[in-house]
Each structure stands twice: as C-alpha cells, then as structure tokens.
C-alpha cells in the first residue's frame, strides 16, 4: 500500500494547524487511514512569507496547477477561506479526479451544490465538516448518525465572535464598542468584523447545516441576518431582570413545506440549552422526529480543532482508498424549497422605548400593540432622567424608558406596531426590538 | 437491487419503537440505504403475549435458528438486552456473515472484544450505536469525528434513571426513597433499580466508552462503581450552598498509560458543563489533545430516540450492501491496559461528619486530616439540636453536623482519614463522603 499524497491549499492558521497535526500524528494517522498520510505540496501566495510555526522542508508552490495537474496526489486540503479563487482550485481538483476537504463555509454557503454536483459527476468525494463549528462534530453526525431522522430544526450558536462579545457585554454590563475591542485584544475578532458582527458568517454557516439538515438547497442569500451592533448594556440589563439572556443565534425550520432561515439576536429564557454556551464556543441543537432533541457542544474555532474535523474527513476519505473501496458518499441535496418570507414570522418580541412620560402614553402604546393583535406578556416602566425638551423650552418633561415583551406574534403586525409607535408623539425612540425565543427545550 | 432483509430479535420496547420506525418511514429510509429496507423475521419469546403497538403481519418465531439460518436475512438487530441468550444468538450471526446492529450495553461491556472479533473473522459488520446515550450520536463521533484526536477524557452522564432522580432531589429537597418513587411512576425506572442506582448501567456504557475513546479493552468490571442510595437531602442541601450540584458522573481516562475508569456520586461545580444536564436527559463530554473539549447531549433512553440509533447503524450497512462496498469497518480494540487502583484516584472531597460538639472536636478532626496530609478547602459547622447522650445519661450534649471539603487528596489518605475519624470518641457518625470535581472546564 503506497501512501495517501494530500495537496495542501493555503498555510495560514488552520493551514499550519493541519499540517502540524499530520506530523505530529503520524503514525495513528496511518493507523486510521490504512497507510501513511503524507503532505506532497502546499499552495501559497508569498513562497517568501515568514512562517516560524511550518515545519521546514515542505514543498511550497504559488502555481494551483503544481497540485491540480500532480497525478499523485489524491486528496486536496482546501484552507484558503473565500469564494475565489477557492471555487475554481477545488472544480479544477475535482475534475482532476482528486478527493477534496475543504474548512471553507462561505464557498459551500455559495457554491456548495455546483461543487457536490462536480464531485458526484467524477465520482470524488467532497467533504466540509470543518465548514461549521470549527472542532465540533456536527456535519458527520447530521449526514449519519441522525440520518433516520426527519429533522425540522436547527438552532445554533455558530460565530465564536460575537458570543465572546455577547457574554462579556452580559457579565461585566460592558458595551458593544468595548466588547468588540476585547475581542479583537485576545485575537478572536478581525481588523474589519463585519461579517462576524452582522451575522453574515453565521449565516453562511447556517445554510450549510439546514442543507444537509432537511436535504434541500438552502443558499446563504436565503438567511435573513440581523447583526449585534444595537445591543446596548440596557438591553442585557432588562434581559436579565426578564429572566433571558441574549445571543446570536442562527435558526432554520422546515414548517409546511418551507425553509425558514435566519440569524438574529434572541432573547433565550435562562433555561434553554443555548443560554449556557457561553464565550467562543458554539453550540448545535437539532430537532428530529426519533431522536426529539439532539446538542452539540464544543470549540467553534482555532487551528487544532478545525484540524480535527480537517482531518476526520481526510481520514474518512484515506480509508476508502486504502481499502479500494468507494469514496464516502456525498450528501444529496434537493432542489430548493420556498423560503419562508421574515414578515410570516411568528415568535415573541422584546420592545425598548424611550418616552417623553406624559399622562395617556401607556394607554396610546397598548392601543396601537392591541389594534395590531400584538398581546403583551409584560411591561417595565422606569423613569430614568429629567432632561430638557427637545424645543429648548423651560418645561422639565419626565424621560422614560419602557420595555415591553409580547406573546407570539406575527413580525408583520410587530413591524407595523414599532413603525406607529416611532410616529406617535410621545415616543421620543424605538431603542431596539429583539425577537424573544419562548421555548425552554 | 434487492431489498434489505432484517431479522429483528426482541420486541420489547425498542424492537417495537424500531419496527414502527421502519414502517413509518420506508421511503425516507430506502433513499438512504439506497434499497428498501424490510422486516422479514421477528424473534420474540412468546408467540401470544399481546402487543398493541406491534403493526399487524409480521412474521414472529419462538426459534432464533429461523432467522440465523436464514439465507435471505442480512442484518439482524439484537434488542432482547442481557449477555445470554443475546451473545450466543448474535455470534451465531455474525457466523453465517450476517451484520448485526445492537442496543445491548451489557453484551457489549461484557463480550464486546469478543464478538468484534468473530465480526473480524467473517467479514460483518457489528455496529452499536444505541449501546449507550440512546438516541444521542456518540460512538459515531468517537469513531469517526473525532478519529484524528488522541482522547484523554470521558465524563458522562449516562444513566437517565439516576439522572432524574438526582434533578427531583436536588431541586425539592425530597429524599431518596420519594425519588425512586417517582422514577417509578414515570416509568423512568424498574421494580428493581440496582443496575440503575447502583451504577452498574452507566459502569457497562462507561466500559464501551472507554474501550472507543482509547482504543484498549475496558470491562465492565474494570469500573469503579458507588451508586446513589447514600445521598441525602442533607447532601443537595451543603452541595447547594457550596455552589455544586450532585451528579453520578462516570470517568473514563487515561492517564500515564493506565486507564482510570469509574462511576460515582459526584459534587460538579455549578459552572461544569454536566452540571446543567438534568432529568431524564444524558450527556457526554470528551476532551481529546485536537479538539479541546466537546459535548454530546440529548435523549439517553426511550423508544424513538433508541431507534434513531439503531436505524443509523442499520443505513450505514445497509448503504455499504446497496453499493457493494465493503461493511462499515471495525473498532480497533488494542489489549488491555493496566487500571489504576481507585486508592491512587488524585480529587477533592467532600465530608459530612456528625459529632458531639464537645471543646476540641474540631482540633481532633484536622489533626486527624493534616496527619495524612488531606488539606481543608472548606468547613461548615452546623449546631443541629441538642439530644441525649449516647449513654442515657442526664448530660445533653450538642449534636452538630460538619462538612468539610478539602483540596486535591489522594483517594486512599482520604479513606483512611474517614476510618480514623469515624473511630473518635466525639464523631457519632461519618454520614457521607463524596467526590469532589473541581475542573469547570
């Protein structure tokens, strides 16, 4: 038996996660595997960069083509992140007929069914465990060990960023600009956090799992995304005081034929499973029709647990062809269902408003919720400051905050209700409207 | 293709909960193993018993040889549970090159080694998903997911029983005796509960766990084991006010090349990740030198999420038939490693002593835990009532209740000190000693 020959694509840190671990583990790789798993070339774009945690004596290449045309090489490790070049390197590799594994989700969340496609038409696997949850076994488990299941939800704890964030703003009553500092300090947000703090990262990593999960196209353009930049240290106060705690979490169902998917902050009740997943870990619950409920828990990123599920899917892949059997097979995925329009949504709501406190404006508050059918579960009034006027006059008027939850609603008619409220006059500002998540397990 | 032919043995609860699986979802099922998958003989133990939930037109025998020697039948499921008659009937199935797929903790824990070795010899498959945590993927994801990563750790609560009743006892101060009670009502445990409070279920999935994650035969009866019936109200009440909660965890490592293997009471800080896993509900927890740390929760029993489990390892079969692959390959079980002694256990402890507080008690106690080198982390002194002496004597002496948690010990110092202490004249009683863990993650 010759050895399994992997072309590596990127080096960053992932990249030099896996590639450490494959020589660091050598020999139970090889034990896994059926033979030993060897590195050939590594796909970079500086041959000149300085890399003081890569092993020495790799062979290094700026041309894709060094690994896609190289005849020996069996398995493709694609580490770059991106949707280009990323999707060009791994059709050109699976039409190579080289096997890929690829940690990129923002390229399945794109282009996952094209590329499956191309692997199923030359017969390659292709394999994307660490696309989601970094080191938590969540693709494996979906695509078999739940695979009698009828699934119809999955809601998840997916970006290790903004739940630092969020568990610090909650725990220290820190704000959102000081948090996200913190975050960037230890390494765990970017120079540029947008697409961690706006849910576009989750997002992507949501539509990977509610494909595999109900078996239907689902397209990170298809996931409504609601960020944390308008979370206050007020609005950690009141969920606290409410019994929530607040955090981004990525949410799909299957409900009558249609997908809903989205990411958004939500108020979870103390006692739900996803409130105690605090700091960089993720956390995946399922629902299916055998198993009811189903959690997984672990580190969302870093290099050595992304290595792990890297390396479970080069391992899954190194078996097949040490054993001459088929490559693991390729998830099925069918067409895309309707999606779900957010407007349909039905959940409960958290409502902060800032008032000019006069006599009637409770009143004229719960008129326009009970006209939209939007019942209230509880209301906390606080005076907050006296404070001048916005005409410059002399009359002190009272400043108050008022936050309201509802019960279920339509987020339609919830919509409809904030825009009359920010119209009437005593409403000085919706501080913030925060969907509120109901169910404890 | 043909369809999948499967011999059922058992139809207790959970051959009747994967026989409706089956049934419910033959298409969904078909899809995946890529052919039909049917029911052709069911061996029970009495051809009359009623069954209500049992779909009409199935075909019973009284006579395992019916399904053992029947040609056309290509999996058979074992959910009688117990080591005989199941062991026999299941390696005479593997003998005629059938895969089997089991429920069977005990089997396993017992005879594992074993049957995976006749699977070895004939070529089958052996597969026992739902051997521990019912319907939550775990051995898949120990087997596969996790397969690049050297596994030093398994914590777990894996027995719902004990699980439900710890919950109930901790969360209204009810004493034991009330909790088995309500187990039994609820159905969560049976006429006789000693395979459940006693530890000697989870010590069986502890057993398979361990032999998984380290690649080494564990037995059952290589477990360490000390079940609930000692806890009192007393106990949840110091727990609670010391800001720990009372688990039966059971502890697989591996240490300096020994296994350390156990199931007990456990006082878990209110931070630890299992802390939070209550009722009915199971969970496990690995920590392995890729990924870090990771957990598994959802359903540890019940009929469908059983089934869920059984049904994952029936399509992976059934899958490897349809295409003509080869059966889902084998856990490598290495020999057995040494067991480190309990006596040599290194953790916290927790002592709850009665005495008669006479002048010098306390002086008596630590002299006697300083001498053996166990170190205080914390002492509770409660004055609970005065009461007559042990004599009859006209003196009433005061009777008080301390508790002491001291730092890491050595479990045979700790056990000693227990003996000297229980032997001075003052202490009436050691009432409890329980195990302290005070990693929070």
Do not use: C
Request: no cysteine; net charge negative.
């Amino acid at each position: 038996m010759g050895s399994i020959s992997i072309g590596m694509m990127g080096l960053g840190v992932v990249g030099t996660g896996v590639i450490n671990a494959i020589l660091e583990k050598a020999d139970a790789l090889a034990d896994h595997a059926g033979a030993p798993v060897q590195i050939a070339k590594v796909l970079v774009r500086d041959l000149r960069a300085k890399r003081p945690d890569v092993p020495k004596g790799l062979s290094l290449t700026t041309n894709p083509a060094d690994i896609v045309n190289d005849q020996g090489i069996q398995v493709v490790i694609e580490v770059m992140g991106g949707e280009h070049p990323a999707y060009e390197y791994i059709a050109a590799a699976l039409r190579a007929g080289k096997h890929v594994v690829t940690a990129n989700k923002e390229l399945m969340a794109k282009r996952g069914p094209e590329l499956l496609h191309i692997a199923s038409e030359h017969e390659s696997a292709l394999r994307f465990e660490a696309s989601v949850g970094g080191g938590i076994p969540i693709i494996g488990p979906l695509l078999e060990d739940l695979a009698a299941n009828g699934l119809s939800a999955v809601n998840a704890i997916i970006n290790g960023t903004t739940n630092y964030m969020l568990t610090r703003m909650a725990s220290d009553g820190i704000d959102y600009d000081t948090a996200l500092r913190e975050a960037r300090e230890r390494g765990y947000a970017e120079s540029d956090p947008a697409d961690d703090v706006d849910g576009t990262d989750a997002a992507f990593k949501l539509a990977i799992l509610a494909s595999l999960a109900f078996r239907t196209e689902v397209r990170d353009t298809d996931v409504f995304r609601e960020g944390i930049r308008r979370l206050t240290p007020a609005d950690f106060d009141y969920a606290h005081e409410l019994g929530y705690v607040i955090k981004l979490v990525a949410t799909a169902r299957k409900v009558d034929g249609r997908i809903q998917a989205r990411v958004h902050p939500v108020f979870l009740p103390n006692t739900h499973p996803l409130a105690k997943v605090d700091g960089v870990y993720n956390a995946v619950e399922l629902e299916g029709d055998l198993v009811d409920w189903a959690m997984f828990q672990g580190p969302g990123a870093g290099a050595r647990p992304t290595a792990s599920a890297v390396l479970a899917d080069v391992l899954a892949i190194s078996r097949s062809i040490a054993t001459g059997a088929p490559p693991p097979a390729l998830p099925t995925i069918g067409p895309a269902l309707p999606i779900e329009p957010m407007a349909e949504l039905r959940t409960g709501y958290y409502i902060r408003l800032r008032v000019n406190d006069r006599p009637g404006v409770m009143a004229q508050i719960t008129t326009v919720l009970g006209d939209l059918n939007v019942s209230l579960a509880s209301v906390i009034q606080l005076a907050t400051a006296m404070h001048r006027d916005a005409t410059g006059g002399d009359e002190a008027a009272q400043a108050a905050e008022i936050v309201i939850t509802t019960h279920v609603a339509k987020e339609a008619d919830v919509q409809e209700a904030v825009h009359r409220l920010s119209a009437l006059e005593p409403v000085d500002e919706v501080g913030n409207l925060i969907r509120v998540e109901e169910r404890t397990k």
